[in-house]
């Protein structure tokens, strides 16, 4: 893991932003590192719903997919950037990396070992990033809608949305009540649907390259459809009280 000057874990975040009545935004020019204090990444993406069927943009809704040196760089941004506010009225979130699986090099991640999370900790916030193959489109989107629509079933996943940037950039972030109940939707045998689609894509990658990044998720802020997942978690008397 990548260590910062003082030796202590690094401080790096990745934040998630969906806002309302903001479609143009996400057709924009994402922010650029270097243009503003202490970004790493950015992507602005079009979003749907993680579900069966054909990919559905959620209309009027755009996302910010973005990384940072601290929270002190995300707070600056969310105090003084224009895009910062046109994105207000949604709903917001930090994430802490804690595991990477795979690698895409426009967002390297480092992981903070004090963040690690066991099976029952508190809910788990999952980044799945790709750089699709055009050629696999079709094959991709026909696994994806298995996989998802399964994931849109389970009780346990607090909250998803798919993220699209044509003509490569694709995405999901979901929720989950506790990293247990995440595993058993990927890997449990009940269900294979997430499995199957990781197969297929060892077998012929649907992307140029892909990862899957697992977070503990925090600092959250708005209302997604009317509710903050966080807040839905907190309140689950089936699982351990949030630590912090």
């Not at 979901?174 to 894509?201: C, D, L």
Request: proline share 10%; glycine share 8%.
């Amino acid at each position: 893991m990548p260590l910062r000057r003082d030796g202590r874990g690094s401080d790096m975040i990745v934040s998630v932003h969906l806002g309302v009545r903001a479609a143009r935004t996400a057709l924009g020019r994402p922010p650029r590192p270097g243009a503003v204090p202490g970004l790493r990444f950015a992507t602005t993406a079009l979003t749907g719903a993680l579900a069966a069927g054909p990919p559905a943009v959620r209309p009027g809704r755009a996302a910010l997919l973005a990384s940072w040196d601290d929270d002190a760089a995300l707070d600056r941004f969310l105090a003084e950037d224009p895009l910062a506010r046109r994105l207000a009225g949604g709903w917001q979130v930090r994430l802490r990396p804690v595991r990477v699986l795979g690698a895409w090099s426009p967002l390297p991640v480092e992981t903070d070992p004090d963040a690690a999370l066991t099976d029952e900790d508190g809910p788990v916030a999952v980044l799945t990033l790709g750089s699709l193959r055009l050629r696999r489109t079709v094959p991709f989107l026909r696994a994806n809608s298995r996989a998802a629509g399964r994931a849109a079933a389970d009780p346990s996943m607090l909250a998803a949305v798919a993220l699209a940037r044509p003509p490569r950039f694709v995405a999901t972030f979901s929720i989950w009540r506790t990293v247990s109940a995440m595993s058993r939707y990927a890997y449990g045998t009940a269900h294979p649907q997430h499995r199957a689609t990781i197969r297929e894509h060892r077998a012929e990658p649907f992307h140029h390259e892909a990862a899957f990044v697992r977070c503990r998720p925090y600092g959250a802020r708005g209302t997604l459809d009317g509710s903050d997942p966080m807040a839905t978690a907190a309140r689950d008397p089936s699982r351990p009280k949030l630590a912090g």
